[in-house]
C-alpha cells in the first residue's frame, strides 16, 4: 500500500506562520472545551420535554449550536460502533450471516419505528436531568447514521486483497499492528466518503427527532430541526427559509473544514504500486500540516498509548505466533460471547411474547390497509433506486477517475449531500399545497434526496480506489470504451456499489416516513404507504400499528437480502475481489 508523506508547508509563505496557526488551534481547542463545559450543565439540570421554539432569527445561533453537539456525539458513537460490528461480523464466519442479516434489517427501519422504545427508555434510565432527554434524541440520530458506516466497513474487511494479507502474516503482525496497518487504512478512503453520506442521514433523523409527539406525550427541544418543524407547521417561509440557511451554512464550513481535509488525507491509503501523478489537496490540510502544535501532540499522545502495547506484545509469546486470517475465523468463540447470546436470546424470546400480545388488537381492515401499504412503499423504494443508479454511476466513475472534474463537481455534492432532504422537503410540501396537489411524485422526490447520495459516494470512493497502475495498463491495451467499463471500472467499483445499494435501500426506506406523510399548516398530506402508517401511528399513539408496519419492512428486507443482497456480496468477495 502507497504511503505519500507530504511536507509540512505553510499555505501562504511570509504571511502565514506557524505561530499563527499553533494559535488557532489552540484557540479551537479552547472553544471546544467551552462547549463542553456549556453543555454538560445544560444536560445536568432538570428535564424540560417541551422547550418553546423561537421564529426570531437572532435564536438560530444557540439552536444551530445545540444540534450541532447532538450530531458529533452520535457521529462518535457510530463510528466506533461500525468499526466493532463490522470487525465481528467479517471475521466470525458462524455469526456472520445473522450479524449481516440483523444490519441490514436495521438500516432499513425509519427512525420514528425506533423512537418510542429509545425515548422512553433513556428516560427511565436517566430520571430527573434532561441529559435523559438528550441521550434518547442522540441514540435516535445515531439510527439515521450508523448503518451505512458499518456496511462500509464490513465490506472493506470482506475485500482487503490477499496478498496484503499475506504479507501481514510475513512480518508477523499482531491482532493491533494488523489492525492499524492494513485494515484500517484499507478501509479509511471507504469510511471518509460514507461518512458524509451518514452525517447527512443523521441531519434527516434530526428533523424528526428535536420535534415529536408520541401518543400524549410531547417532546421538543432546541435545536435546528425543532425550528425548521415549527417554521413548516406555521407556514412561516421566512424563518422556513432562514433555518434552511443556516443548515446550508455549517453544511458548508464543515465540508471545507472537515470532509475535504479528510478525503487529502485519505488519498495516500489509496491501493495502488505505481504512485499516482495527481493528488487531492485541501488548502485547510496543508495549513494544519505548518503547525508545529498540531503535527507534533497527536503523535506524541499516539506514541505513548501505542508502544507500550507494542513492548506488551513483543514480550508476549503470541505475538511471534503466525495466525492467517483463515485460521483466525476458526478460533473457538469465547464463553463469554455464548453468555451474551444466550441473554439476547432470552430478551428477544420476552419481546416477542409481549409483541403477540400487542398485536392481538390488530383488526382484518388495519392488516388488509397495511398489506397495500406494504406493495406500495415496496414500489417507491426500487422506483427510486433505480433512479438514482442511472444517474450516480456513470457521474459517479468521472468524478472518481478525473481529478479536474472532481475539484469542481465534488464540493458541490458533498455539500448537496450534506444538506438533509428533509430541509428541502417543506418547501416541496407547500408548493404542491399551494398547487392543490398531493405527495404522489412529491414522496419519489424525497426519497431520491434521500438514497441517490449514499450510491453516488460509494461509487465515487469505488473509482478513487481503482490503482493508477491498472488504468495505466487499460490505456496501454488501448482498451475500448466498452472494455474499460466491463474490464475495469465495473469490477473495480462493484464492492462499492454493492454497499451504496444496501445503503440506499435503507435511506428510501427511512425516507418514506416524511415522504408520504406530513403537516403543512391545517393540512395533513399523506399517501397510502407503510411510512405514513408509522407516522400516522406514532402521532396517535398506536403502537401495535406501529410495531406490526416495522414487522413487514424487516420481512421484505429479509426477503430482499437473501434473495439480492447476500448474493451479490458474495460475489463481490469472490469474483470482484482486488487480488495481486
Not at 445561533?61 to 447532538?70: E, I, K, L, Q
Not at 472537515?258 to 496543508?286: C, G, T
Not at 468463540?333 to 439476547?344: E, G, K, S, T
Not at 450510491?455 to 480506489?465: D, E, K, Q
Request: one cysteine or more; hydrophobic letters at 55%.
Amino acid at each position: 500500500m502507497k504511503i505519500q508523506h507530504t511536507l509540512a508547508r505553510p499555505l501562504v509563505a511570509g504571511r502565514t506562520t506557524p505561530f499563527l496557526v499553533d494559535l488557532g488551534v489552540t484557540l479551537c481547542a479552547l472553544a471546544l472545551f467551552f462547549a463542553v463545559i456549556s453543555t454538560g450543565v445544560y444536560w445536568l439540570g432538570r428535564p424540560v420535554p417541551v422547550v418553546h421554539i423561537s421564529s426570531s432569527i437572532g435564536a438560530l445561533p444557540v439552536y444551530a449550536f445545540y444540534s450541532m453537539v447532538r450530531m458529533a456525539i452520535a457521529y462518535l458513537l457510530s463510528l466506533s460502533f461500525a468499526v466493532a460490528y463490522g470487525y465481528i461480523a467479517a471475521y466470525n464466519p458462524r455469526v456472520e450471516p445473522w450479524m449481516v442479516a440483523v444490519l441490514d434489517i436495521l438500516q432499513s427501519i425509519p427512525v420514528l419505528s425506533f423512537l418510542p422504545p429509545v425515548v422512553l427508555a433513556m428516560v427511565t434510565l436517566i430520571p430527573g436531568h434532561q441529559l435523559g432527554i438528550e441521550m434518547g434524541v442522540i441514540l435516535l440520530i445515531f439510527t439515521g447514521q450508523v448503518w451505512n458506516l458499518a456496511f462500509s466497513f464490513y465490506s472493506s474487511l470482506k475485500t482487503i486483497p490477499r496478498d496484503m494479507i499475506e504479507a501481514s502474516r510475513i512480518f508477523r503482525y499482531s491482532g493491533w499492528q494488523r489492525f492499524w496497518q492494513l485494515e484500517m487504512p484499507f478501509a479509511t478512503i471507504g469510511l471518509v466518503w460514507n461518512s458524509i453520506v451518514s452525517v447527512a442521514g443523521g441531519w434527516f433523523a434530526l428533523i424528526f427527532c428535536e420535534s415529536f409527539t408520541m401518543g400524549a406525550r410531547n417532546f421538543q427541544l432546541p435545536g435546528l430541526g425543532s425550528y425548521i418543524q415549527v417554521a413548516t407547521y406555521d407556514g412561516n417561509v421566512r424563518a422556513l427559509l432562514a433555518g434552511i440557511a443556516t443548515v446550508i451554512l455549517i453544511v458548508v464550513a464543515t465540508d471545507q473544514l472537515l470532509w475535504r481535509p479528510l478525503i487529502a488525507w485519505s488519498d495516500k491509503f489509496k491501493f495502488e504500486q505505481v504512485e499516482s501523478a495527481e493528488h487531492v489537496k485541501s488548502p485547510i490540510l496543508e495549513l494544519l500540516r505548518s503547525s508545529t502544535l498540531f503535527e507534533s501532540l497527536p503523535g506524541r499522545l499516539w506514541s505513548r498509548v501505542e508502544e507500550p502495547i507494542y513492548r506488551r506484545l513483543a514480550r508476549s509469546k503470541k505475538s511471534h505466533v503466525i495466525h492467517p486470517i483463515d485460521d483466525e475465523r476458526k478460533r473457538k468463540i469465547p464463553p463469554v460471547f455464548w453468555m451474551l447470546a444466550a441473554a439476547c436470546a432470552i430478551v428477544i424470546l420476552w419481546a416477542a411474547a409481549q409483541a403477540a400480545l400487542m398485536l392481538r388488537t390488530i383488526t382484518v381492515a388495519d392488516l388488509r390497509l397495511l398489506l397495500e401499504g406494504a406493495a406500495a412503499t415496496f414500489l417507491r423504494v426500487n422506483a427510486a433506486l433505480l433512479i438514482s443508479a442511472a444517474w450516480t454511476i456513470p457521474v459517479g466513475v468521472a468524478v472518481g477517475l478525473n481529478p479536474k472534474l472532481a475539484r469542481v463537481v465534488q464540493p458541490v455534492a458533498q455539500i448537496l449531500a450534506s444538506v438533509p432532504a428533509t430541509a428541502f422537503f417543506p418547501i416541496l410540501l407547500m408548493a404542491l399545497v399551494r398547487l392543490g396537489g398531493g405527495l404522489g411524485i412529491g414522496s419519489i422526490a424525497l426519497m431520491l434526496l434521500g438514497t441517490q447520495w449514499y450510491i453516488l459516494f460509494n461509487v465515487i470512493a469505488g473509482a478513487m480506489s481503482i490503482p493508477s497502475d491498472l488504468r495505466e495498463v487499460a490505456t496501454l491495451y488501448r482498451f475500448t470504451r466498452w472494455q474499460r467499463w466491463t474490464k475495469l471500472i465495473l469490477p473495480g467499483i462493484f464492492p462499492y456499489l454493492i454497499t451504496g445499494m444496501v445503503t440506499a435501500s435503507g435511506g428510501a426506506w427511512n425516507a418514506s416516513v416524511m415522504a408520504e406523510y406530513s403537516h403543512v399548516k391545517d393540512r395533513t398530506l399523506e399517501v397510502i404507504g407503510l411510512g405514513a402508517q408509522i407516522d400516522a401511528a406514532t402521532d396517535s399513539g398506536r403502537f401495535p400499528m406501529l410495531l406490526l408496519a416495522t414487522i413487514f419492512i424487516s420481512l421484505m428486507v429479509v426477503t430482499m437480502n437473501r434473495l439480492v443482497w447476500r448474493k451479490l456480496y458474495h460475489l463481490a468477495e469472490t469474483r470482484f475481489k482486488l487480488d495481486g
